[in-house]
């Protein structure tokens, strides 16, 4: 798990995209938060105020808006102390406090892990009842932090939330097209939904990949090689797959992990579509 966040790592975060960032607005949102979250813990024994700091940051990584990373710090305040809708109203604005209600009855839903045909039907009523699309990105980061942490809850909760991130969560990243999102939700679900095969799984992965880190290297350097040859701006990367993909394709073709041919995957990002068939 990454280092604790502070607030100048998300002021950082957001000036450096931003022209003109609200670092005001921002740091008012951060002091309140500390302070009605003061004296309250998390399961794992840190502060509560971990939590909307890791949330405020990973909506920078989404390179979101003031309002949206404003209301990653402040979006359990009206579940979890006695701040009320007027209080965020009146000191961060409509905008924030809109957003605010929009997180906070979302988090009221619970979702029947047992009828899972009903899946899709209550991903659409999350995006219905989110009005802007930014709740929705809040509140799978909010979960994505949440499943991070899920060690700390007892083993009956933890395949309970996981099932439902695997149902939801994890759709909706993939149908917003955030697929670092999606593939890290489904790795942290496989985790804890089937055990033994994810742990099978990362050891083979994580020994085939320190044998193959010359092969990755070698490949990267021959792309690059080429791209700028061909007068093309790209930057290259070499990753293995996410674990819960790889799993996917064992079970639904039936073969061994030898079997699977495309463990490494290979990123060639540009500037625009044309490029990408160039690069082809």
Known sequence: MATTRRYEDIAEALASYLPNPDLELLQKAYLYSAK????????????????PLEVAYLLTELRLDEASVVTGL???TIEDTLTSMDDIRGMF???????????????????DTDEHKQAENFRKMLVAMAKDIRVILVKLVDRL??????DHLRVQKQVRVAQETMDIYAPLANRLGINWVK???????????QPEAFESL????DKLTEERESYVEQVIELLQTEMKARGVDA???GRPKHLYSIYKKMSSNHIEFEQVYD???FRVLVSTVGQCYEVL
């Not at 979250?37 to 939590?51: D, F």
């Open 36 to 51: 009605v979250h003061a004296g309250q813990t998390r399961k794992s024994g840190e502060p509560y105020l971990v939590h």
């Open 74 to 76: 402040l979006h359990d």
């Open 93 to 111: 604005g409509a905008e924030v406090a809109a957003m605010v209600d929009g997180v906070t009855k979302l988090s009221e839903i619970r979702f």
């Open 145 to 150: 932090h949440n499943m991070r942490t899920l």
């Open 183 to 193: 593939s890290e939700l489904e790795d942290l679900s496989f985790r804890y939904l």
């Open 202 to 205: 990362r050891n083979r992965v």
């Open 235 to 237: 930057d290259v990367s």
């Open 263 to 265: 463990v490494v995957a």
